[in-house]
């Protein structure tokens, strides 16, 4: 089946430094792939949509400029959280769509930051 | 537009008796809908998913969702709770395409022994 990974799976960091998540599509490509963020004992919030050489399309309140996203191939798309703060402390899981008739999205096994 | 409601927040049963999970979706569109588990910090895992086959949809781990169209419904079954069952769960609904898809606040569910 298609299976999506995240790297890193947990990453502690100090306040005003950047973080960089990945997200890797394994065994198929995906032109379109998705970043949310769960906040404790909440659902999923999308923050963006990532297609692969454009820019990512993001969600209303999410800053651009704080959480910068890259989708440079098929199989790879980065979330940057760029000056980080304890308030960005959270659940980042990323999914990606096979594309064609599927509407399956693929979900990463998620990263947990932790901004001191 | 679109949108998923999960009627509860918190569902608790006895090992062993019926679970049942309720989802109500809106949708401008004919929709994909899915149920996602999730146990503690972890990642999304997919129980099931319907998308216009059969109406009644068997998922991993005994699992059954049955999409009612008159009812907007898309209620998660189970005949036996097992403990390993204890988790967040996840009603999805999918407009289809590339589109977003819209979460449900998510139901946990508590197995007691």
């Known amino acids: 089946g298609a299976v999506v990974s995240q790297h890193p799976s947990r990453v502690i960091c100090k306040s005003g430094t950047s973080v960089k998540i990945e997200c890797r599509s394994l065994?198929?490509?995906?032109?379109?792939m998705f970043w949310y963020r769960q906040f404790p004992k909440q659902s999923l919030m999308l923050m963006a949509t990532?297609?692969?050489?454009?820019?990512?399309?993001?969600e209303q309140g999410v800053e651009k400029d704080k959480f910068l996203i890259n989708h440079a191939s098929l199989t790879l798309s980065t979330l940057t959280v760029t000056s980080a703060h304890p308030e960005d402390s959270s659940f980042y899981i990323c999914?990606?769509?096979?594309?064609?008739?599927?509407?399956?999205?693929?979900f990463g096994p998620g990263t947990r930051l932790t901004v001191l | 537009a679109q949108s998923v409601t999960q009627l509860d927040s918190h569902v608790s049963v006895s090992e062993g008796t019926p679970v049942l999970l309720r989802c109500n979706y809106s949708?401008?569109?004919?929709?994909?809908l899915f149920w996602y588990v999730q146990h503690p910090n972890k990642g999304l895992q997919l129980l099931l998913k319907?998308?216009?086959?059969?109406?009644l949809v068997k998922g991993i781990n005994g699992f059954e969702a049955e999409f009612k169209k008159s009812e907007t419904s898309f209620h998660l079954t189970k005949p036996s709770a097992h403990m390993s069952d204890a988790a967040e769960y996840f009603c999805?609904?999918?407009?289809?395409?590339?589109?977003?898809?819209?979460f449900g606040t998510g139901t946990k569910l508590q197995v007691i022994p």
């Open positions: 065994d198929f490509q995906a032109t379109t």
């Open positions: 990532s297609n692969e050489g454009s820019k990512a399309t993001y």
């Open positions: 999914s990606a769509m096979a594309g064609g008739q599927s509407t399956e999205q693929f």
């Open positions: 319907y998308t216009s086959a059969a109406t």
């Open positions: 949708s401008s569109y004919s929709p994909s």
């Open positions: 999805v609904v999918s407009p289809g395409g590339y589109q977003k898809v819209t």
